[in-house]
C-alpha cells in the first residue's frame, strides 16, 4: 500500500509537472501569435496602401499587365492582412484579453449596417442574391453589438464562398431571452462528419470550390469563441448539395452584466414628473426590455424581482398600475393578484397580468385588469397601460402653434381619434391654456414670433401646474446636436413637419401621443 501510495503521489507530481508545461507552452504559443500578428500588421498595410496608390494610377498610368501584377499583389496581401486579423483575435480570446463591451442596439439597425457591408463581397455578375431580412417583434439586445456582427460578417462571407447560384439570407428572430441568429445558404453543404471539424482552428474542408476560394480556417473558430465569450452558442445544419444553415444564440443581456442601469435594483427613486409602474418579473433580460420600452415615455419602470419586493415597493409608493408575471420561480403570482385585488389599499391599482401561458380567463376571474403573453412589443403594451389607467376618461391635448395651416393638418391627423383637441395661435395663449385647462399632452412648435417655443417650453416646466404634462415637440426647425439633447430631455418625442407623406406623419404623431400617455382607440379599434 505504501508503495502504492508513493506511486500515486509520483504520477500526480509527474502530471503537475506535464500541465505546467503544457500551460506555458501555450502561453508562449499565444504571446507568438499576438506578437507576430502585430508586427505583419504594418507592413501589410503599407502594402495594401501602396497598391490601391498604384491602381488608382497616383504617379502615372499602368500597362494592363503591370495592373495585373499589382492587383495580384493586392489580393495575396488582403488574404494575409484577413489572416493576420483572425490570428489576432484568436490570440487574444485565448489569452483572455478580448473584453465584452455590452450596449443596447436594434437588430433592425444592425442589419441595416450589415446591409452596406456585405453587399461588396458579392462578386459583380453574380448568379447569387443576398437576401438581409427585416427583423420584426425583436426587442433591443443589450450585449456587445461588434461581436455579432463580426460573427455574421464570418457566417455570410463562408455562406458566399460556397454558393455558386442561388441565395444567401440573414435572418433573425427571437426565442425567449434569446435572439436566434441564422445564416442559410443553397450551397454545397457539409458532410455530417465534417460539421465538427469545421470549427477547429485552421481546418478547411476539401472540397471543388476550395481552390477556388483561399480562407485562413479561423473565421468559424473566432466566431464559436467569440459567441461563447458573450454568452452566446453557434450550431449548424447542413446537407451536401442542399445547403446550410449557420445559427447563433446570443442571449438578449449578456448574462455577466453589470451595468443595467435601475432594472436590477429593487426601487429606484420616483421621478415626480413620471408615472411609477411596478414590474413584478424574476428575468433581469424581461426587466430590460420593459425598461427600453417605457423609455421615452410618461412611465417610470419600478422593477422587483420578488414578491417579497414587490410588497416592500406598495409600501413606500403607489404606483399608476401593476405589471405583473404569474410564473415566478419559487413563488405563486395568483395569491400576489388576489392580495392586492383583497387589500382596500390596492384593490383599484390596474394590474396587467404579462406571461408566456394563454390564461386570461383565469387571470381576469381574479381580478386582473388586463392580460398579454411574452414576447410584448412595445405599443400593444403601451396602448394597454393607457387604457388601464385612462379609465375612458376625457382626454383633450392643446397645439401651440403660430400656423392656423398646420394646426388644421394636425387636427386632420387625428380627426379619428376620441381626443378633444384645444389650439393656441401664439406661447403667451399657450402657456393660459395650458395651465387653465391641464390637457394630457401638448404639441409645440419652436419657430413662433414674440414667445418662441423653448422659451415656452421653459416656462411650462418651471411652473408646478404644468410641469408634468407631457410636451411633444412639432417643429420644422433644424436642430443641432445639442439642441437636439436638451429638448430630447424635457419632452416625449421630437416630429418633424418635414414629413415625405401622410402616412409617415400619422404614424409618428400618434407613436409620440401613445407614449404621452393617450388612448388612440376608437370602437375598440386602434389606430396606432
Do not use: C
Request: no cysteine; glycine share 6%.
Amino acid at each position: 500500500m505504501e508503495d502504492t501510495n508513493r506511486g500515486v503521489v509520483a504520477l500526480y507530481a509527474e502530471l503537475d509537472e506535464k500541465a505546467s508545461s503544457l500551460q506555458q507552452v501555450n502561453e508562449l504559443k499565444t504571446r507568438f501569435l499576438s506578437n507576430m500578428s502585430h508586427e505583419f500588421r504594418t507592413p501589410l498595410n503599407s502594402i495594401l496602401s501602396l497598391s490601391r496608390m498604384l491602381l488608382a494610377r497616383m504617379d502615372g498610368d499602368l500597362t494592363v499587365e503591370q495592373e495585373k501584377q499589382v492587383t495580384f499583389i493586392q489580393k495575396a496581401a488582403s488574404g494575409l492582412s484577413e489572416l493576420v486579423n483572425d490570428l489576432l483575435d484568436l490570440a487574444k480570446v485565448e489569452a483572455g484579453k478580448i473584453e465584452v463591451h455590452p450596449s443596447s442596439f436594434e437588430v433592425s439597425e444592425l442589419f441595416a449596417t450589415l446591409r452596406g457591408m456585405l453587399r461588396p463581397l458579392l462578386v459583380q455578375g453574380s448568379s447569387v442574391a443576398l437576401i438581409v431580412e427585416e427583423p420584426e417583434g425583436i426587442p433591443p439586445l443589450y450585449n456587445d453589438e461588434g461581436k455579432v456582427a463580426q460573427i455574421l460578417r464570418n457566417f455570410v462571407s463562408n455562406a458566399l464562398k460556397f454558393t455558386e447560384q442561388g441565395e444567401v439570407r440573414v435572418s433573425a428572430v427571437q426565442t425567449g431571452h434569446t435572439v436566434t441568429f441564422s445564416v442559410s445558404d443553397t450551397g454545397i453543404g457539409i458532410a455530417p462528419a465534417d460539421r465538427e471539424r469545421i470549427f477547429e482552428d485552421f481546418m478547411q474542408i476539401q472540397s471543388p470550390l476550395q481552390k477556388q476560394v483561399k480562407g485562413t480556417g479561423l473565421g468559424l473558430p473566432l466566431s464559436r469563441k467569440l459567441a461563447e465569450l458573450i454568452g452566446g452558442s453557434i450550431s449548424v445544419k447542413s446537407q451536401p448539395g442542399e445547403g446550410s444553415t449557420f445559427t447563433a444564440l446570443i442571449p438578449i443581456v449578456y448574462p455577466d452584466a453589470t451595468e443595467l442601469t435601475t432594472v436590477l435594483q429593487p426601487i429606484a427613486s420616483v421621478e415626480p414628473t413620471r408615472l411609477p409602474i411596478l414590474v413584478v418579473e424574476d428575468h433581469p433580460e424581461t426587466l430590460f426590455i420593459y425598461e427600453k420600452h417605457l423609455q421615452q415615455s410618461i412611465y417610470q419602470l419600478i422593477a422587483t424581482r420578488t414578491l417579497a419586493q414587490a410588497r416592500l415597493a406598495l409600501q413606500k409608493l403607489r404606483p399608476a398600475a401593476i405589471m405583473l408575471d404569474i410564473l415566478l420561480e419559487g413563488q405563486n403570482g395568483w395569491t400576489f393578484l388576489r392580495e392586492i385585488k383583497g387589500d382596500e389599499m390596492t384593490r383599484n391599482i390596474p394590474v396587467l397580468v404579462i406571461t408566456i401561458i394563454d390564461n386570461e380567463k383565469q387571470a381576469l376571474a381574479l381580478g386582473a385588469d388586463g392580460f398579454l403573453i411574452k414576447p410584448v412589443d412595445r405599443l400593444p403594451l403601451l396602448n394597454k397601460l393607457n387604457t388601464l389607467i385612462t379609465e375612458n376618461k376625457p382626454q383633450k391635448i392643446l397645439l401651440i402653434d403660430d400656423d392656423p395651416a398646420y394646426r388644421y393638418l394636425v387636427k386632420q391627423l387625428l380627426i379619428n381619434t376620441p381626443l378633444r383637441i384645444l389650439e393656441a395661435g401664439n406661447g403667451k395663449e399657450g402657456l393660459n391654456l395650458a395651465q387653465r385647462e391641464q390637457p394630457n399632452a401638448i404639441v409645440l412648435d419652436l419657430e413662433m414670433p414674440e414667445l418662441g417655443g423653448f422659451d415656452v417650453l421653459k416656462q411650462l416646466k418651471n411652473n408646478s401646474v404644468t410641469q408634468s404634462i407631457p410636451v411633444i415637440i412639432h417643429s420644422s426647425a433644424q436642430l443641432d446636436a445639442e439642441a437636439h439633447s436638451q429638448l430630447a430631455k424635457q419632452t416625449i418625442a421630437i416630429v418633424s413637419k418635414e414629413t415625405g407623406s401622410q402616412t409617415t406623419a400619422i404614424a409618428q404623431l400618434q407613436d409620440a401621443l401613445v407614449k404621452a400617455g393617450l388612448v388612440l382607440e376608437v370602437s375598440g379599434k386602434s389606430h396606432v
